[in-house]
């Protein structure tokens, strides 16, 4: 694609109206992380699309199946999936792509701006529900149920170390809460500083529940006290900023005419007095240095013992696919320019 394109602005519907141009240019970011983060794609997506699309048809996510097939053929989900575990095997990639049918159709539920706190609140109740008990409550969520049967599959046949840590369960919750913060303050038009922000897009993106999802793709099983060392977790925090910041990057349009200014590239307007274009560069500027970041931090990590350090290595590689893939889908789907086609009352 070219390194830059024009995007038309779509009109917005809010009481916070920053100033908005007739149109912008949206850089190509992928030539920012490519110095990093290399593609690749599993050959086997598109096999493993009809029998995890029947598998969540079967939950009756939406209220008409004509909804949910928009949802999907909009999504291009399967490639998605496909992106960010090219490593997995066929069965484990389509526990994949259940991931990202359950967490897109939720987040967009979430994302909604005529939803109140308390109606969030409630909504994530419904699904917290089913990560603290084996059995699933009788709720009446499809979402709930969906959640139910990913986190059946994860405790079937993870890694244990992946099982024993609750990695997904644990990004669950934060992601609940951040949800809830965030909706809070898309309720009360409130902007944060770009530091916050950025703080609570970490948790909001789901980046713990996806690195818990390519994990169990590839069958990574590392010990707890890898997870623990700093520099590990300043890795993990680079790795979700160059994520998350294309991702609102190319959202921004879809959320700013939605009302919604819960974006970064607001944030950044808001903070620092630029105007659209130049918070876009300087979005793109501060995504470089995260790069460089995340490439000092990856030259700094300790020694843990040669097979250790040799599945530490295979589970950064991965997490460097599922990165460029996910930046690589969002330039191609529709999804992410944004879709607001699918009737999500039932979620």
Known sequence: ????????????????????????????????????FKLKTSPHYLEAET???????????FPTRSISDNF???????RLAGLSFPNAGKSRLETGLAFYLWGFSVDDFFDNTSRSPSETEKDVELNTAVTLCDSIPNVGSPSAAVLHDLL??????GSPGMVKRSQFIEGFHSWS?????????????DIPSVDAFILMRRSTIGAEMAKAVMEYTIGIDLPDHVFD??????????????????????????????????NLVVVIMHERGLDLQRAIFELEKMLKARVDDYISLKSRLPSF?????????RYHENI????????????ESPVSTHYNVCDFSRI
């Open 177 to 189: 809460k951040a949800l809830i913060t965030q909706t809070k303050t898309r309720w009360n038009n």
């Open 152 to 157: 059946k599959q994860f405790r079937e046949d």
């Open 229 to 262: 060392d700093p520099i590990v977790q300043g890795v993990f925090d680079a790795t979700t900023d160059i994520l998350t910041w294309p991702n609102d990057l190319c959202s921004f349009n879809k959320e700013q005419a939605d009302g919604d200014f819960q």
């Open 1 to 36: 694609m070219p390194i830059m394109q024009e995007v038309i602005c779509e009109a917005n519907r809010v009481r916070f109206e920053p100033e908005l141009p007739k149109a912008y240019v949206l850089p190509n970011l992928l030539c920012t992380t490519e110095v990093a």
């Open 72 to 78: 999907i053929n909009l999504g291009n989900f399967a």
């Open 305 to 313: 013992g040669p097979e250790i350090d040799t599945e530490l290595g």
């Open 320 to 331: 460097e696919y599922c990165v460029q893939g996910i930046i690589q889908w969002h330039y």
């Open 51 to 61: 029998p995890c699309i029947e598998w969540f048809n079967s939950f009756q996510p």
